[in-house]
């Protein structure tokens, strides 16, 4: 499943709390910006593009469940909700991307509250979207560099964890694995997380790749 994945149905946001990770595999359930805001801020979720997206999100969420009564007053809601967001982890740059292309949005003339709510979910959905294709397309050029029976020393976390799906670098091994190279990863750990330790080696399991 996503790292940042998005309920259409219940307008809730699903991530992965990678605080608990190796030892649980639990779902964090968003049901509003502040819960955006606080998984950000407690590292629930991590890695520039995971946050991007949470925050695209975040705007949805804002959006969903304002009591606003007319388009100006939700956009400034939203101006309120993305300066929350974009304090959260201000050395990510996709945090405050992210954000912009969601309030680039909001600049277009709306009828009804309604239509701008789900233009702001469309948005946020394709910023997680292109975020899998980018990924995937990295990991199509980059494995092609992976000669079978090589080692590999990866630094941090990279992977599906740190995007929406697939990963950037962790996400080039993942492939070259799924085309059947044989690779072996030597993994070092990021404080004061431990993200190599921690979150790496259990996804290198979860793909049944040697490290």
């Not at 101006?79 to 050395?91: E, G, Y």
């Not at 945090?95 to 239509?115: G, K, M, Q, Y």
């Not at 910023?127 to 294709?133: C, F, L, M, S």
């Amino acid at each position: 499943m996503r790292t940042v994945d998005w309920n259409p149905e219940t307008y809730e946001l699903n991530l992965v709390d990678q605080r608990l990770l190796p030892v649980q595999f639990k779902i964090f359930i968003c049901r509003s910006c502040d819960d955006v805001v606080n998984a950000i801020r407690e590292m629930v979720v991590r890695g520039a593009p995971a946050i991007g997206a949470a925050a695209a999100f975040g705007m949805a969420l804002a959006a969903c469940r304002s009591r606003a009564l007319t388009t100006d007053d939700l956009r400034s809601e939203l101006d309120q909700a993305a300066s929350k967001l974009v304090k959260t982890r201000p050395t990510a740059h996709n945090l405050a991307w992210a954000i912009d292309r969601v309030l680039s949005i909001c600049s277009f003339h709306f009828s009804t509250i309604p239509e701008l709510c789900r233009a702001i979910i469309e948005e946020a959905q394709r910023i997680a979207d292109e975020d899998v294709q980018t990924n995937l397309r990295i990991a199509e050029i980059g494995c092609s560099l992976i000669d079978n029976g090589d080692t590999i020393l990866h630094h941090c976390n990279t992977g599906a964890l740190a995007t929406v799906d697939w990963g950037t670098a962790l996400g080039v091994i993942r492939m070259a694995h799924q085309k059947g190279k044989k690779v072996h990863v030597l993994v070092d750990e990021t404080r004061p997380r431990l993200q190599g330790a921690r979150l790496t080696a259990w996804e290198l399991e979860q793909y049944g790749i040697s490290y």
